[in-house]
């Protein structure tokens, strides 16, 4: 067994924490048009992928986007990069 034991069994305290930090960033969309970003997460792509396709979009791929852990550390200390 690894260091820390089995993450399936973390305390559910520290999945919360986890799963707040990894919460949706939006939603990336590639269509016959190019990609094009939509806010939300996972429960939405069922209605953006409907509304696009109705709408006569071709649907190549959806990406729920997610936060990075540089993305989490930059609004913890309040920084950019570059």
Same mark, same amino acid.
């Given at each position: 067994? &690894? +260091?820390?034991? $089995? +993450? @399936? @069994? &973390? /305390?559910?305290?520290? @999945? &919360? &924490?986890? =799963?707040?930090?990894?919460? /949706? @960033?939006?939603? =990336? #969309? =590639?269509?016959?048009?190019? #990609?094009?970003?939509?806010? !939300? !997460?996972?429960? =939405? #792509?069922p209605k953006i992928v409907s509304s696009l396709?109705?709408?006569? $979009?071709?649907? %190549?791929?959806v990406c729920v986007l997610r936060s990075t852990?540089? $993305? #989490? %550390?930059?609004?913890?200390?309040?920084?950019?990069?570059?």
């Amino acid at each position: 067994m &690894r +260091p820390g034991g $089995d +993450p @399936r @069994r &973390r /305390p559910r305290s520290r @999945r &919360r &924490r986890t =799963e707040e930090l990894a919460r /949706p @960033r939006g939603v =990336e #969309v =590639e269509t016959q048009a190019g #990609v094009r970003h939509f806010g !939300g !997460g996972r429960e =939405e #792509v069922p209605k953006i992928v409907s509304s696009l396709v109705a709408a006569g $979009d071709q649907v %190549y791929g959806v990406c729920v986007l997610r936060s990075t852990l540089e $993305d #989490v %550390y930059l609004e913890a200390v309040g920084g950019s990069t570059g």
